[in-house]
């Protein structure tokens, strides 16, 4: 059973989920799922993007580089 637990959705419309919990008690995910499942999938995808570039910073990588690749080709016909 957590100690306290806060749900609220705050002026920005952002599912705002708090869990203060004994480390006993982790194991416990159901206050996690329900929070991933609040969320609409454009915020799951903004979260996980968030994550992604949190990482890059931490391994002293810019942000910058996280881009889609691309490849350009150039295809000419050949004469004779």
């Known amino acids: 059973m957590p100690i306290t637990e806060t749900k609220y959705i705050d002026k920005?419309?952002?599912v705002v989920m708090s869990q203060l919990a004994v480390i006993e008690e982790q194991d416990n995910?159901?206050?996690d799922i329900e929070f991933w499942q609040r969320l609409s999938d454009e915020q799951r995808m903004q979260a996980v993007w968030d994550l992604v570039i949190f990482d890059y910073?931490?391994?002293g990588k810019s942000p910058d580089?996280?881009?889609l690749q691309r490849t350009v080709e150039?295809?000419?016909q050949r004469e004779g």
């Open 12 to 14: 920005r419309n952002r």
């Open 65 to 67: 580089e996280l881009r």
């Open 74 to 76: 150039n295809l000419c």
């Open 57 to 59: 910073e931490l391994k």
């Open 29 to 31: 995910r159901s206050f």
